[in-house]
């Protein structure tokens, strides 16, 4: 049987249908969005922030950081999560190049998915707070032009790390050293900046 890049790609959604790694990609914003509506609560009742200031401000302070931080972690972890099938059961289908861009197509997929909602999700948080919290007045101020452009940089700096992390879990069959290195590395990163 000849090997091509649709039979490699068809292959590869079957072998991560199970894998949980879409749902994952959707509760993790979630998870942001609550953490950042629970701090804002913090941030607008103890007195932190003032009526008059850019409420968007606090609410994107947290979820920014949140995101800067836990997307990296993420990404590294669906990488291994996609590979984790043929590691397990030694399978390739088709040739390297197939599988590693059927694996890359899969986890731009999820990456876009969870960027979406958290987009969204942070201009629902914006809303709730809106409704909740009048006196903020969150319909008054707007920062769109910086949201936006945050996404998109996230999403290019994703797909960095996937580009790189998606060989290591190919080259690397122990989920020590795929996931361990880069977190190493990430932490190490992120202590620098």
Same mark, same amino acid.
């Given at each position: 049987?000849?090997?091509?890049?649709?039979?490699?790609?068809?292959?590869?959604?079957?072998?991560?249908?199970?894998?949980?790694?879409?749902?994952? =990609?959707?509760? #993790?914003?979630?998870?942001?969005?609550?953490?950042?509506? *629970?701090?804002?609560?913090?941030? $607008?009742?103890? %007195? @932190?922030?003032?009526?008059?200031?850019?409420?968007?401000?606090?609410?994107?302070?947290?979820?920014?950081?949140?995101?800067?931080?836990?997307?990296?972690?993420?990404?590294?972890?669906?990488?291994?999560?996609?590979?984790?099938?043929?590691?397990?059961?030694?399978?390739?289908?088709?040739?390297?190049?197939?599988?590693?861009?059927?694996? =890359?197509?899969? #986890?731009?997929?999820?990456?876009?998915?969870?960027?979406? *909602?958290?987009?969204?999700?942070? $201009?629902?948080? %914006? @809303?709730?707070?809106?409704?909740?919290?009048?006196?903020?007045?969150?319909?008054?101020?707007?920062?769109?032009?910086?949201?936006?452009?945050?996404?998109?940089?996230?999403?290019?700096?994703?797909?960095?790390?996937?580009?790189?992390?998606?060989?290591?879990?190919?080259?690397?069959?122990?989920?020590?050293?795929?996931?361990?290195?880069?977190?190493?590395? #990430?932490?190490?990163?992120?202590?620098?900046?």
């Amino acid at each position: 049987m000849q090997s091509s890049f649709k039979n490699s790609f068809t292959a590869e959604i079957l072998k991560t249908k199970h894998t949980q790694i879409l749902s994952t =990609a959707v509760f #993790l914003p979630l998870i942001i969005a609550i953490y950042s509506c *629970v701090a804002n609560i913090q941030e $607008f009742f103890g %007195g @932190t922030a003032e009526v008059g200031e850019n409420p968007w401000r606090f609410l994107c302070l947290i979820s920014f950081e949140s995101y800067k931080f836990l997307y990296p972690i993420f990404i590294v972890i669906i990488c291994f999560k996609i590979y984790e099938r043929d590691h397990q059961t030694d399978f390739e289908s088709g040739s390297k190049t197939y599988v590693y861009f059927s694996k =890359a197509i899969i #986890l731009i997929f999820c990456l876009v998915v969870s960027l979406l *909602v958290g987009l969204s999700l942070l $201009f629902l948080t %914006g @809303t709730f707070c809106s409704v909740f919290y009048p006196l903020m007045k969150f319909q008054d101020y707007t920062i769109d032009s910086l949201i936006i452009p945050f996404f998109v940089k996230l999403f290019v700096f994703g797909l960095s790390i996937a580009a790189i992390q998606l060989l290591l879990s190919s080259c690397l069959k122990n989920i020590i050293n795929s996931v361990g290195i880069p977190l190493v590395l #990430l932490s190490i990163g992120t202590a620098m900046v």
